[in-house]
């Protein structure tokens, strides 16, 4: 199936693909006429609304706390809105509020209902079991971890480590963490020791919790022989090693001196509590793919977090009580924090730990046996899916689904048009961009819409978003104003007993990743364009790609140096290897992307088949099997700066077609070897069928 590429002048008949049958009952328009009614004002559209909630974010944030009944006290400070991004000022400082506490307000009131339904591949020898938790058990489960915690002294401020899968335990700890005022950071299963390390030694965890192994294609992969290396490895290692008995002990082995997770778990009965905290106080700390460097250990605010996953969740996505919601992700993607905040909602939600593609027909036998109401992937799955299993709609009935959700890379027009003939019609298909940058969405789906082919609905209400370039232009997604999921900074923060070299550094790497010039504009990263208004939704985006090196093969973005670190050693000196570089080459019309290695021999040495034999084994070994490239091949040289830094984004604009006068060769100190790229870059487009 080609997916052909986006038109950058969408014509609005032949791209409207479905519209809600009643958009004034939906919540966006009850929040609307809300609005109207307390500010005396006469809000008609979307557009309206949007225009009036940047132009009044603090009326707007304060409005959407009462309209949500966030449980907590609000305050009467909302925000100095003549303070820029770059000026990341305070919100809400005389509230207080807790997270956890309000993921868990309907545990009272309605106890019975289902919270969380656990799934997990099984294998030749396994047969994995479902769980189901109701909303009463869950909070009593939150409470005997609370305690647990506690007692091990863990206290405000303090980290907790989670690596593994994306299990019940794992929420379980993101809340009983935040019930408290820890700070939980989490690692999935399939990261390698190494990527596990750069992250823990960073934020330097009070205690460690890891599930003994996953199935991922069948395949059992035990965790726990990697512990080892990694508790040798690290810094400083955590107090105590906690492990989740996720497989039976005679699939994944647990030596007897390790502490099991149910044996840590305070066994009497006792009330939960929840510590109310400042809006501006941590919850999280997610890390970046590492482009330019270690992950950028991203610090989010628990306030923050709590009021935007209502605005988005509930407000903009109209989901609650009575939906069923799953969202294929695992915790080392800023998705898990996004799946459980839903909560919050009353809605159930779903875990699945496994492969979504060893059964095609798997995630959708899902959606009819447990109700799921709205289903989020990646539009990498999506895509493959299309391929493999294209006659979804005939093989299914789907009767409950209302919305489908894609993000993790943009959305092809080709894509749209398949889900609505192949999969269901009445669907609102929501393409949403955000991240880890700001653990929530910026642009996404909107009931109260349209939807348009290969367009994100909307921007998100209470985001001054637009672009860097001229109007109805492609650029760089920028934010014009402060918001509320701004993070708070890279760790450490100030205030964490760490040294006052790496606070500084933390600051200054902060500064220099999201803001340019003396405006204080927050630069996201993304290149889009605004589409003109339609439907009044204020403009929809199209995603046009990173503005930056990130490398996001099939949705699964990571950075270059992922890559680098494993080939910069001696032993591959020794090897002959002088230097790489590693890009993106677009394939798929644009849907995907290759990852490509180039490769600088010292010499005459040359690369061999056994070097790239070995080149992959490693990456797969020391990161994932996502992380080798699909492609190895050996170049004369490696361009760089004037400062010897390499230069990722041009090569990647040159090796998919960009001209060689769109690089200035007086930046480079090698600018002659351009031209190789260019023809490397003519070749693989044409393997690719890219070179239409």
């Known amino acids: 199936m080609s997916l052909p590429s986006l038109s950058l002048n969408p014509d609005t008949q032949s791209d409207l693909l479905w519209t809600p049958s009643d958009p004034s009952q939906t919540q966006t328009s009850l929040f609307r006429e809300h609005i109207n009614s307390t500010y005396s004002l006469s809000l008609q559209t979307y557009q309206d609304l949007y225009e009036w909630s940047i132009s009044h974010r603090a009326d707007f944030w304060s409005s959407l706390w ?9 305050g009467k400070h909302i925000v100095d809105e003549g303070a820029s991004p770059e000026n990341n000022p305070s919100w ?12 868990l307000r309907h545990s ?47 206290q405000k401020g303090d980290r907790i480590g989670y690596w593994g899968g994306n299990v019940l335990e794992a929420v379980v700890l993101v809340l009983a963490s935040s019930s408290i005022g820890a700070i939980f950071s989490s690692a999935a299963s399939d990261f390698g020791v190494d990527g596990v390390k750069e992250r823990l ?19 059992i992969r035990p965790l726990i022989p990697l512990l080892p290396k990694l508790m040798k490895s690290l810094k400083k290692p955590p107090e105590k090693v906690i492990v989740i008995e996720h497989l039976p002990e005679q699939l994944a082995g647990i030596p007897n001196d390790m502490e099991r997770w149910n044996q840590w778990l305070d066994p009497n009965e006792g009330e939960t509590t929840f510590e109310r905290l ?42 609650g009580r009575g939906d069923v919601f799953f969202y294929y992700t695992t915790p080392g993607w800023m998705m898990f924090q996004y799946l459980v905040s839903s909560l919050s909602t009353g809605a159930t939600i779903i875990l699945y730990e496994g492969s979504p593609l060893k059964d095609p027909s798997y995630l959708f036998n899902m959606i009819d046996q447990y109700g799921i109401t709205i289903f989020g992937t990646s539009a990498k799955w999506l895509e493959v899916i299309s391929k493999t299993y294209p006659d979804v709609k005939d093989l299914h009935e789907l009767s409950t689904l209302k919305q489908i959700l894609s993000t993790g890379s943009p959305l092809p027009g080709g894509l749209f048009d398949w889900i609505y003939e192949k999969v269901k019609k009445d669907v609102l298909v929501g393409s949403i961009t955000g991240g880890t940058d700001i653990c929530s969405v910026f642009a996404g789906r909107n009931t109260s819409l349209p939807v348009y082919r290969g367009e994100i609905q909307s921007r998100m209400l209470g985001f001054a978003l637009d672009t860097d370039g ?49 405006k204080g504009i927050w630069y996201h990263g993304d290149y889009v364009r605004i589409t003109p208004s339609r439907s009044s939704n204020s403009g929809g985006i199209l995603m046009l790609g990173r503005s930056d090196g990130v490398l996001n093969p099939g949705g699964i973005r990571f950075g270059p140096t992922d890559i680098y670190s494993v080939l910069e050693g001696s032993e591959y000196s020794q090897l002959g290897v002088e230097e790489t570089l590693v890009v993106g ?3 798929e019309g644009g849907a995907d992307e290759k990852v490509v290695l180039f490769v ?28 080798v490239p699909s492609k190895i091949i050996q170049v004369s040289d490696i361009p760089v700066t004037l400062t010897n830094k390499r230069v990722e984004v041009p090569i990647m604009k040159l090796i998919n077609g960009a001209s060689i006068s769109s690089i200035n060769p007086a930046t480079l100190r090698n600018p002659d070897c351009l031209e190789e790229y260019v023809k490397l870059g003519e070749r693989m487009r044409k393997e690719e069928g890219m070179d239409g």
């Not at 009462?66 to 609000?74: E, I, L, R, S």
């Not at 809400?92 to 993921?103: F, G, K, V, Y």
Request: charged share 25%.
């Open 92 to 103: 809400l400082e005389e509230s207080r509020s807790n997270w956890a506490e309000n993921q």
């Open 108 to 154: 009272h009131s309605y106890p019975n209902d289902i919270a969380i339904i656990q799934l997990s591949e099984s294998s030749s020898n396994y047969t994995a079991p479902e769980k189901k938790i109701t909303q009463l058990e869950l909070y009593k489960l939150v409470g005997r971890a609370q305690r647990s915690l506690i007692g091990e002294g863990i």
């Open 600 to 627: 600088k021999m010292k010499g005459n040495r040359t690369l061999d088949d056994t070097l790239i034999k070995k080149i992959k084994t490693d990456i797969r070994l020391a990161r994932s099997a996502r992380h």
């Open 66 to 74: 009462d309209f949500q009944n966030v449980v907590g006290c609000k």
């Open 585 to 587: 080459l677009m394939v």
């Open 201 to 219: 030694d960073q934020i330097k965890p009070k205690l460690l919790f890891v599930t003994n192994g996953v199935v991922y294609n069948g395949v």
């Open 278 to 319: 400042g809006f501006n106080d941590p919850i999280w700390i997610l890390f970046s793919s590492g482009t330019t460097g270690k992950p950028k250990a991203i610090v989010h605010r628990q306030g923050g977090m709590l009021l935007d996953s209502l605005r988005e969740h509930h407000l903009a996505g109209d989901i």
């Open 470 to 518: 001229p109007p109805n232009q492609p650029g760089e997604l920028i934010c014009k104003q402060a918001f509320p999921i701004e993070p708070l900074g890279f760790w450490p923060l100030d205030g964490y007993d760490f040294p006052e070299d790496e606070v500084e550094s933390a600051k200054k790497r902060f500064k220099e990743s999201y803001f340019k010039g003396d």
